[in-house]
């Protein structure tokens, strides 16, 4: 007969990843999101509305932006608290 092994631990479960948010987003990635063109975006950047930090690495003329997502989600909520909604 054979023998089984005690385990000191709960096995692993794969998690659901499909109802995690992303921390940090592309530009790009704020139209399908949110419906946030590039336009509008840059926009919102420049004036602070929009957290963000551009990813270079050192010596390169261009790298990616990347918006801290719950800024924009903060923005969208505030207007819909000014739409009385």
Same mark, same amino acid.
């Given at each position: 007969?054979?023998?089984?092994?005690?385990?000191?631990?709960?096995?692993? /479960?794969? $998690?659901?990843?499909?109802? @995690?948010?992303?921390?940090?987003?592309?530009?790009?990635? !704020?139209?399908?999101? #949110? %419906?946030? /063109?590039? $336009?509008?975006?840059?926009? @919102?950047?420049?004036?602070?509305?929009?957290?963000?930090? !551009?990813?270079?690495? #050192? %010596?390169? /003329?261009? $790298?990616?932006?990347?918006?801290?997502?719950?800024?924009?989600?903060?923005?969208?909520?505030?207007?819909?608290?000014?739409?009385?909604?």
């Amino acid at each position: 007969m054979k023998k089984h092994k005690q385990q000191t631990t709960a096995s692993v /479960k794969a $998690g659901d990843l499909t109802t @995690k948010e992303p921390e940090f987003v592309r530009v790009p990635q !704020l139209y399908p999101l #949110a %419906g946030i /063109k590039r $336009g509008l975006a840059y926009r @919102k950047i420049a004036d602070g509305t929009f957290k963000s930090v !551009l990813l270079r690495e #050192a %010596g390169n /003329k261009s $790298g990616i932006r990347l918006v801290y997502w719950p800024s924009v989600k903060a923005f969208l909520h505030g207007l819909m608290k000014d739409q009385g909604h």
